[in-house]
Nanobody
């Protein structure tokens, strides 16, 4: 069983930055291969934003490439999503996922 606690969301102006954190408890993430961030905007399906595997290989949705960076700190049992050059279309609830476990979500709102 893994519990996930997200933080770092909020309201930011377009062009600004936020860093989301996903702190895991109940199990070390060191051996977990697949972790990622998803988002769901109102009226839209949940979509994969970025993923990272155990040895650090990352993938990104085309819409965030070059602006977002996913990382993991195994010592802190935490995953991060650094979001730069934010756009209004990035507004959504962001969820972290570790294997089959989901966090509760954190709201990110980007004003124009």
């Amino acid at each position: 069983q893994v519990q996930l606690a997200e933080s770092g969301g909020g309201l930011v102006q377009a062009g600004g930055s936020l860093r989301l954190s996903c702190a895991a408890s109940g199990r070390s993430i060191f051996s977990i291969n697949n972790m990622g961030w998803y988002r769901q905007a109102p009226g839209k399906q949940r979509e994969l934003v970025a993923s990272i595997i155990r040895y650090g290989t990352t993938t990104y949705a085309d819409s965030v490439k070059g602006r977002f960076t996913i990382s993991r700190d195994n010592a802190k049992n935490t995953m991060y999503l650094q979001m730069n050059s934010l756009k209004p279309e990035d507004t959504a609830v962001y969820y972290c996922k570790v294997e089959s476990w989901w966090g509760q979500g954190t709201q990110v709102t980007v004003s124009s």
